[in-house]
């Protein structure tokens, strides 16, 4: 889901959009730190998403979280 706010003008910061990211993989992997490493990509503009390197166990818990 694409934060509030418009591309030109954005409500949140990219920094608020990666924070979430984190927290969101964080509820699979068991804290921030783990999501940290485990995240390779992310998109804050034109998309809203994050690429993380999880097992296909943890993809379907993540399904369930986001």
Known sequence: EPPPGDGANPDVTRDEI??????????VVGSEDEARMKIYSVSTRHYFAFGALVSEELSYKLKGVA
């Not at 990666?18 to 509820?27: F, H, M, P, S, V």
């Open 18 to 27: 990666i924070d979430g990211y984190i927290k969101t993989l964080a509820q």
